[in-house]
């Protein structure tokens, strides 16, 4: 017999006892633990609730009705729940846990880390109080406080892979590299099977520049987990900026197929496209970022520069107009934009373009040269 049919029969045998005896508050409390064991959570808070109807004082019930509801998500009818779990005398270190949970799962981290400290002073020793508290502290960028409490987690219990993780994280963020690589480390030690592990190791190591390496990490993530979109992107980065276009876009067209509405991975297709001088099918990624994101301005100087390739001045100049329009002050499409009407004898226009390069840039020499005035 499976354990569901076991708590199938319970049930079944417990509803009969209510049928005798409609008044007993153990049977509905009985009742909704089967319920909640069957994960008919609904259900199991109505046969709670009916047990607090006939025993008001019981802070075990209030204890697993909060569960419930902590399931269920109703975070803050579970608040509610465990504080009557405590007034009636339940004041264990583990609802205050609980209480702690709901707190932070509602972003509530002053009640967060009043119950967690709470459930510390209870129980010292238990090394899932410190970690949540940790995270809560994490959350606040209180990194330095989260680090201590990671710290106490991690004497208390040396196997938790995701305490080290989330240490990790935290020394990150108070920029201790080497620190939070033996965290990561530490973590995949714990756990070689989790993909975020490898992830955040890659993502670390690249602030090191130590590429081998964190291309190595990368891979491990992508055998681990194919479908993370964002794996191929922290790839596809690295062999990008390494002049690799090839395996490059290789990381990319996975990327883009993972996630097709990510304008930046379409952005980098069609930069590295652009390299690989495939100017035509760099155009259909920029334009693919451009559908998600029509406002994006450094898909209009994609498309300018695909352009110029094609030899397409005429169209390249239209990118170029709208990539101004979008960020009027970026130099290098002035500048460009002038180029090409210099190129096309369109000269008032490129004038015009060339005078306000002068103006975002009042040492660029060649516009001044190109307008035939001296640098002032």
Same mark, same amino acid.
């Given at each position: 017999?499976?354990?569901?049919?076991?708590?199938?029969?319970?049930?079944?045998?417990?509803?009969?006892?209510?049928?005798?005896?409609?008044?007993?508050?153990?049977?509905?409390?009985?009742?909704?633990?089967?319920?909640?064991?069957?994960?008919?959570?609904?259900?199991?808070?109505?046969?709670?609730?009916?047990?607090?109807?006939?025993?008001?004082?019981?802070?075990?019930?209030?204890?697993?009705?909060?569960?419930?509801?902590?399931?269920?998500?109703?975070?803050?009818?579970?608040?509610?729940?465990?504080?009557?779990?405590?007034?009636?005398?339940?004041?264990?270190?583990?609802?205050?846990?609980?209480?702690?949970?709901?707190?932070?799962?509602?972003?509530?981290?002053?009640?967060?880390?009043?119950?967690?400290?709470?459930?510390?002073?209870?129980?010292?020793?238990?090394?899932?109080?410190?970690?949540?508290?940790?995270?809560?502290?994490?959350?606040?960028?209180?990194?330095?406080?989260?680090?201590?409490?990671?710290?106490?987690?991690?004497?208390?219990?040396?196997?938790?892979?995701?305490?080290?993780?989330?240490?990790?994280?935290?020394?990150?963020?108070?920029?201790?590299?080497?620190?939070?690589?033996?965290?990561?480390?530490?973590?995949?030690?714990?756990?070689?099977?989790?993909?975020?592990?490898?992830?955040?190791?890659?993502?670390?190591?690249?602030?090191?520049?130590?590429?081998? %390496?964190? /291309? #190595? &990490?990368?891979?491990? =993530? $992508?055998?681990?987990? @194919?479908?993370?979109?964002?794996? !191929?992107?922290? +790839? *596809?980065?690295?062999?990008?900026?390494?002049?690799?276009?090839?395996?490059?876009?290789?990381?990319?067209?996975?990327?883009?197929?993972?996630?097709?509405?990510?304008?930046?991975?379409?952005?980098?297709?069609?930069?590295?496209?652009?390299?690989?001088?495939?100017?035509? %099918?760099? /155009? #259909? &990624?920029?334009?693919? =970022? $451009?559908?998600?994101? @029509?406002?994006?301005?450094?898909? !209009?100087?994609? +498309? *300018?520069?695909?352009?110029?390739?094609?030899?397409?001045?005429?169209?390249?100049?239209?990118?170029?107009?709208?990539?101004?329009?979008?960020?009027?002050?970026?130099?290098?499409?002035?500048?460009?934009?002038?180029?090409?009407?210099?190129?096309?004898?369109?000269?008032? %226009?490129?004038?015009?373009?060339?005078?306000?390069?002068?103006?975002?840039? @009042?040492?660029?020499?060649?516009? !001044?040269?190109?307008? *035939?005035?001296?640098?002032?």
């Amino acid at each position: 017999m499976t354990t569901l049919s076991r708590y199938e029969d319970a049930l079944a045998s417990l509803e009969q006892a209510i049928g005798y005896d409609s008044d007993n508050a153990e049977y509905f409390y009985l009742k909704g633990q089967a319920l909640f064991s069957l994960y008919r959570d609904e259900e199991a808070v109505s046969a709670f609730n009916r047990a607090l109807d006939l025993d008001q004082k019981n802070a075990a019930i209030y204890k697993d009705k909060g569960q419930t509801l902590a399931r269920m998500d109703s975070h803050q009818e579970a608040i509610i729940t465990f504080r009557q779990c405590i007034q009636c005398g339940y004041n264990y270190a583990i609802i205050h846990y609980y209480l702690g949970n709901s707190h932070a799962a509602l972003e509530q981290f002053a009640g967060a880390l009043e119950a967690y400290n709470k459930a510390i002073q209870s129980d010292s020793s238990d090394p899932t109080f410190y970690y949540c508290k940790g995270n809560v502290l994490a959350k606040l960028e209180r990194f330095g406080e989260a680090l201590i409490n990671y710290d106490r987690s991690i004497h208390l219990d040396f196997s938790n892979a995701e305490t080290f993780n989330s240490k990790g994280n935290c020394l990150v963020n108070l920029e201790k590299t080497e620190e939070a690589v033996y965290a990561y480390k530490m973590s995949i030690h714990l756990d070689a099977q989790n993909t975020t592990y490898y992830f955040n190791l890659a993502e670390t190591l690249k602030s090191l520049d130590r590429t081998e %390496e964190v /291309l #190595d &990490a990368y891979q491990k =993530a $992508i055998t681990l987990d @194919p479908t993370r979109a964002d794996v !191929y992107h922290g +790839k *596809g980065v690295i062999l990008f900026e390494e002049g690799c276009y090839e395996e490059a876009y290789q990381a990319y067209e996975y990327a883009t197929r993972l996630d097709p509405t990510n304008t930046l991975y379409h952005l980098y297709l069609g930069d590295i496209l652009r390299r690989l001088q495939r100017p035509a %099918e760099a /155009l #259909d &990624a920029y334009e693919n =970022a $451009i559908r998600h994101d @029509p406002d994006n301005d450094k898909a !209009y100087s994609g +498309k *300018g520069e695909c352009f110029l390739l094609l030899q397409e001045r005429d169209s390249a100049c239209d990118a170029y107009r709208r990539a101004i329009q979008l960020d009027q002050s970026n130099v290098f499409y002035y500048f460009t934009l002038g180029n090409i009407l210099k190129d096309l004898r369109y000269i008032e %226009e490129g004038f015009e373009v060339y005078d306000q390069v002068t103006r975002l840039d @009042p040492n660029n020499e060649y516009a !001044y040269k190109l307008l *035939g005035m001296p640098v002032s």
